[in-house]
């Protein structure tokens, strides 16, 4: 049976960048520093790498190897072991279990993929997939809430960061696909200013250019499946004959 990592957020990163081929303490150390990829959500010092270094070396993940420097000095480089090749693997592999984790862990795996010019497209799939049952869970609790407003709307953005992320929303059509026709004709693109949750329906308010709004009432579900939330691009549909016409350049209230 295999052994699951055990080890925190910064070992798993340093395990991973060791595993390929960052060997000394100094340079995993430059790769934490401000303004740099990972340093961009991980921002480390020197003492802190150097004891997660430490700490994989004590669970026998890491070794030191003797090596000669460019004037032929001795030095140590720092090599994975069997064990720890393999757990750096299944790490970088395995997504996270909570929403808070996206920002951190989540995050940093996917650059560490970047790094690595590796695909991480299986990785975001199975994030959607760990994250769907726990963020369906969270929107079907409709209590007001600031603590469960703020979780539902952490979900919402979390699952359109994921699908982005994988290239849902991408306004690029892959080659081979035909983008869908509609046969509604009035078509505005809005920007959700808010969205009120009732029992059964909910309330989206669109805001359009140059200051005007716009409101639609849909099911709760639809707007729970179509993961609306404050800055989600939309379109509005409508029916000719659904358009009501004032005479009056005045807003109307």
């Known amino acids: 049976m295999n052994k699951k990592p055990t080890f925190d957020l910064i070992e798993g990163a ?18 934490f520093e401000v303004d740099t990829t990972l340093g961009e959500v991980l921002t480390l010092s020197r003492p802190v790498v ?3 270094v ?35 693997r299944q790490w970088l592999a395995e997504p996270v279990m909570r929403l808070r984790d996206i920002r951190s862990e989540f995050l940093i795996k996917i650059l560490l993929s970047q790094i690595l010019k590796q695909n991480p497209s299986r990785l975001i799939k199975k994030q959607r997939q760990t994250l769907e049952p726990i963020v369906a869970a ?25 699908a982005e992320l994988e290239g849902e929303t991408s306004s690029a059509i892959p080659d081979g696909k ?7 004709r009035n078509q505005l693109q809005a920007h959700v200013a808010k969205v009120k949750h009732g029992d059964t329906l909910s309330t989206v308010y669109l805001s359009l250019e140059p200051n005007q709004t716009m409101t639609s009432t849909i099911t ?12 989600s691009e ?18 109307i209230r």
Not at 143 to 154: D, G, K, L
Not at 178 to 184: D, E, F, L, N
Not at 220 to 231: K, M, N, Y
């Open 14 to 31: 340093c395990l991973v960048l060791i595993s390929n081929g960052k060997s000394h303490g100094y340079q995993l150390a430059k790769q």
């Open 50 to 52: 150097y004891r997660a």
């Open 54 to 88: 430490k700490s994989l070396a004590t669970q026998e993940l890491i070794r030191s190897v003797e090596s000669t420097g460019v004037r032929g000095q001795l030095k140590w480089q720092l090599k994975c072991t069997v064990n720890g090749e393999r757990l750096a």
């Open 138 to 162: 969270l929107l079907a609790d409709s209590s007001s809430t600031p603590v469960a407003i703020w979780r539902r709307e952490q979900s919402r953005a979390v699952m359109r960061f994921l």
């Open 178 to 184: 035909k983008q869908i026709q509609i046969s509604a």
């Open 220 to 231: 709760r579900e639809a707007a729970q499946d179509l993961v609306l939330a404050p800055g």
């Open 234 to 251: 939309v379109v509005a549909l409508f029916k000719a004959t659904e358009v009501m016409i004032a005479t009056s350049t005045a807003q």
